[in-house]
């Protein structure tokens, strides 16, 4: 028995130092000169020196793709196609492809070495993809846990985006977190306030970012942010249309609800919205508000375990619930989710059983 444990130690020890060997004879003897990069057959040229990811490489020459975890190969955001010179995909990108996705030459770019010319194909939205330079303007507490910031943009100085999209802000490194990290944030302010961008941010507990954003971010603090990112936008077409969120999954419905006053839509709204208590809603008089004075407008806070001191007399129940209530069976309404994952699961059921078909509904998840 030991021997057998003796045995695969070694094993181990050896495979281990093995790969070390690789990893620095790659760094240290390995030349990969500089490679050329094609990116959507010409529309973009970038020269780089080989050795570094793709999406890093793509990253320091103003090509930003989305990456909510940095880089480590976990949030599968960062995907492009490459159509040659990407090599044989890795064990590490496997898990976070499909086989129609790998048959499309789909790869993880964050897990893909320049080792040599490529051709890759980015969405076309992503090439107006920009790294913006902002200055806090204001940070004001909505909830006991969520925050919304106000930032004016420096550089370049406007931002064109369409309500539903995100960007991904920069914490930089401070206390134990020794690199800076990037987060999805949806914008919550309105595309035509090109000037400013304006977040809502839910503390989550032991978040890099959101305890930056809560503990150490101040008004007047320069901070970073690439973006626009993302496809969750208001579809064309003329069906009404059923919104559900939870906490900062207000934030593309706040941009949304405002935009669409100001182009006039007439395209009828249900906004559903759900918290615990009283405490946990904001923006409730701004949004009553608006559906008194927009006909196509309809809002449904409500409260999933209301505190006897809320004097709520509005709707109460999970948020699923009340969605079930007020939507009718049969409906052709397409629908809109953003909040976790779970919230966004459990509503896409209730919106199926209310006959919304999957092509039908659209989303952001928070993951
Ligand atoms: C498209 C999109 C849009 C989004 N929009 C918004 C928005 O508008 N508003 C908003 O508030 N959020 C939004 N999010 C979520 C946001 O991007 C972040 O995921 C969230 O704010 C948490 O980031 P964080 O850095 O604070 O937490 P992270 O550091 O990423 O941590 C997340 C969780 O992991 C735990 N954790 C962290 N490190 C460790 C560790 N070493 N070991 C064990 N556990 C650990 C943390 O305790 C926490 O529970 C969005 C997400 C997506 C994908």
């Known amino acids: 028995m030991n021997a057998i444990l003796v045995a695969a ?21 390995v030349n990969y000169g500089q490679c050329r990069i094609d990116v959507n057959e010409g529309e973009k040229t970038v020269e780089v020196k080989g050795g570094g990811t793709l999406l890093g490489s793509l990253k320091s020459n103003g090509v930003y793709l989305a990456s909510a975890c940095g880089g480590r190969g976990t949030c599968a955001y960062c995907k492009c196609q490459i159509h040659d010179g990407g090599g044989p995909v890795g064990p590490t990108e496997q898990p976070l492809l499909t086989q129609d996705e790998i048959n499309r030459n789909v790869r993880i770019s964050c897990q893909v070495k320049v ?48 309500a539903g999209r ?13 690199e800076p990290v990037q987060r999805a944030y949806s914008i919550s302010s309105v595309p035509s306030e090109t000037d400013h961008v304006e977040l809502i941010v839910r503390l989550v507990p032991g978040g890099i ?31 009404p249309m059923v919104w559900i969120a939870g906490g900062s999954g207000m934030a593309p419905f706040w941009s949304m609800v ?20 009283r405490r946990d809603l904001f923006f409730l008089e701004e949004l009553r508000a608006l559906a008194k004075e927009l006909d196509w407008f309809e809002y449904y806070p409500a409260l999933s375990a209301a505190a006897e001191e809320d004097n709520w007399d509005g709707d109460v129940g999970l948020i699923t619930e009340v969605v079930d209530t007020y939507v009718e069976q049969g409906t052709d309404a ?3 989710l953003c909040g976790s994952p779970g919230m966004c699961d459990a509503a896409c059921k209730v919106l199926h059983a209310k006959g919304i078909t999957t092509d039908r509904i659209f989303f952001d998840k928070f993951a």
């Open 9 to 29: 130690g070694i094993a181990c020890a050896l495979t281990t130092a093995l790969s070390v060997l690789l990893l620095v004879a790659e760094r240290v003897l």
């Open 115 to 162: 080792r040599a010319d490529m051709k890759i194909h980015v969405p076309e939205d992503l090439l107006a993809v920009k790294q913006y330079a902002a200055r806090t303007e204001r940070i004001r507490d909505l909830t006991h846990d969520i925050k919304e910031l106000r930032f004016a943009l420096t550089e370049p100085g406007t931002i064109k985006f369409k």
């Open 166 to 178: 995100y960007v991904q802000l920069e914490a930089p490194a401070y206390g134990d977190n020794p």
């Open 209 to 239: 970012c959101t305890t930056y954003v809560f503990e150490h971010l101040k008004e007047g603090d320069d901070v970073t942010f690439t973006g626009p990112f993302g496809e969750f936008e208001i579809n064309e077409s003329d069906k």
């Open 258 to 277: 405002r935009h669409l006053k100001e182009v006039g839509n007439s395209r009828p709204v249900k906004y559903f919205f759900g918290a615990v208590q």
């Open 334 to 336: 397409e629908g809109y």
